[in-house]
């Protein structure tokens, strides 16, 4: 399989107003193939969406972004100008944002927002743009798209504003789309809807998809391989059979039991995942030590000890 995106020790590192240094992606590597579906799976504030945003090169100025390659066929996107990546944004590498709402422009309409992504990166006139627009809203699945275009994001439903990011994020055909949550809030049905969507999407376009996520039913429907983050490291990858049949390091084994075992425990209560010593191995700046268990299974070598529920 051809790598499309490569990325090899990324350290990511944020200021605050005290100038204290914040280091929030410790060693990362990253590889996605062509026409392939990889998900990053963890906890808030494991360091999936602040990957994304740096390999969108959407991060702040004052963020430190550092890493031994990143590139995308085989162009550096860490040395790339901001000139170089706004030809990138939005045609090549593309963006479901977890929150359509907040991520769509209020006071403009959906025909402009498309319209607006399209001649951005295509030489075409304003109409020809629009007919492209209408014709990607049919095939996200947006009925009378001829009325639809006219309305403002607050007059679609929770599901429908995401099928309209979705339009938007693949209105010039990306190599690449990052999808960061996209089925939060949505109630299960549409849950399906939206993920059946991106599958068939991805078959038409033969698009790249990195799926970020904290629902492991989503990797199981979705994903080709499996990234398990927790405090900015990676401890486990491999394919999604290989992380679910089999999985090694006591986070993602935690993280599995935690979902597994939503519905069956008390209501009053909450799944927890069981953090033991190997916490401390997370302390680490640099990246953590690889071990293969099998081909293409990676796992973290970490400290042995009884999990501490907490």
Known sequence: MTDLLKVKNLHVTFQDSSKK???????????????????????????????????MGLLPKTTKVEAAEMTF???????????????????????????????????????????????????????????????????????????????????????????????????????????????????VTIQAQILNLLKKLQKEHETSIIMITHDLGVVWETCDRVIVMFKGHVVESGTAKQIYDNPVHPYTKGLLLSQINQGTINEKELPTIPYGAFVQDMEKEEALEMTEVESGHLVAKFTVDEPAYV
């Open 21 to 55: 240094n914040y280091h929030a992606i410790k060693g990362i590597d990253l590889v996605i193939g062509k026409n392939e579906t990889v998900g990053i799976v963890g906890e808030s504030g494991s360091g999936k969406s602040v990957t994304a945003t740096a390999l």
């Open 73 to 187: 066929e085989g162009r550096d996107l860490l040395g790339a100008s901001q000139k170089d990546y706004q030809r990138i944004r939005g045609n090549e590498i593309s963006m479901i944002f977890q929150d359509p709402l907040t991520t769509l422009n209020p006071v403009y309409t959906i025909e402009n927002q498309i319209i607006e992504t399209i001649r951005a990166h295509k030489n075409i006139s304003k109409n020809d743009a629009k007919i492209l627009a209408l014709e990607i809203l049919e095939k996200v699945g947006i009925k009378d798209p001829k009325r639809k275009i006219k309305m403002y994001p607050h007059e679609f439903s929770g599901g429908m504003r995401q099928r309209v990011m979705i339009a938007i994020a693949l209105a010039c055909n990306p190599k690449l789309l990052i999808a960061d949550e996209p089925t939060t809030a949505l109630d």
